[in-house]
Structure formats: structure tokens, C-alpha cells
């Protein structure tokens, strides 16, 4: 994920954004939330699937229904969000520690979500 291209586009209240790797593959997430750590911000990022394949590709590549693989279909990514030498943010990946404290963060918020209901 190192220096993504970060397009955003909103769909309904969603922002959908594009990602491109270095061999130009792209790919298409839902902005789920921003979550600040340590003054810099990450997005939790929740691949969106186009409606009209008709094989979902899994992650590990099996492109088998019923896969035993164990592989997730959502492909949900952690992302720091920095801004660039043109002044436009960018998505790159974060630090191990950078991972773990994110993680932390956000299981610390669904725990008080759960709380409240």
C-alpha cells in the first residue's frame, strides 16, 4: 500500500475512495471512519466490491464459493492519512506500532459503543 494514489468520490454520505498500487491495479474503499492517534489521523478502510462481478475475488485468490480458506471477502485495511510534497493527502501504510496503537484505539471505541447500547 506504500504511497497510494487517494481519489475521493462521495456516494450518499460515504466517501468512496480510489487506490492504485505501483503495478496500477485499483481498488475502491468506503472511508468507514478516521480515527486520530497521537496527533496524525488513519482511516479504516472497507474495500467496496462492484455490484456487477460476478466472481468475487478473494483475497487469497481462490475465486472457489464455499472457499475453506479462511479468507475474509471484506478486505478492511488500516491507512495513515499524510500529505504530500503537492499538499494533497495520500494514504500510506502505517508503522507496526502505528498498526497496534490504531487497533487499540478503535476496539477502545466499539467497546464504549457497546457500552452505550
Avoid at 91 to 114: G, N, R, S
Wanted: hydrophobic content about 30%.
Amino acid at each position: 500500500m506504500a504511497n497510494d494514489k487517494r481519489e475521493e468520490y462521495f456516494v450518499g454520505d460515504d466517501i468512496l475512495v480510489e487506490m492504485s498500487d505501483e503495478e496500477g491495479n485499483v481498488y475502491y474503499y468506503a472511508e468507514e471512519m478516521i480515527i486520530p492517534v497521537n496527533g496524525e489521523n488513519f482511516a479504516i478502510l472497507v474495500e467496496v466490491h462492484d455490484e456487477d462481478e460476478e466472481e468475487h475475488e478473494h483475497e487469497c485468490h481462490c475465486h472457489e464459493d464455499g472457499c475453506e480458506c479462511g479468507c475474509d471477502d471484506d478486505s478492511v485495511i488500516i491507512a495513515k492519512i499524510v500529505v504530500n510534497e503537492d499538499g494533497e493527502e495520500e494514504y500510506i501504510e502505517p508503522t507496526d506500532e502505528e498498526f497496534e496503537a490504531v487497533q487499540e484505539a478503535y476496539e477502545k471505541l466499539m467497546y464504549e459503543a457497546d457500552e452505550e447500547e
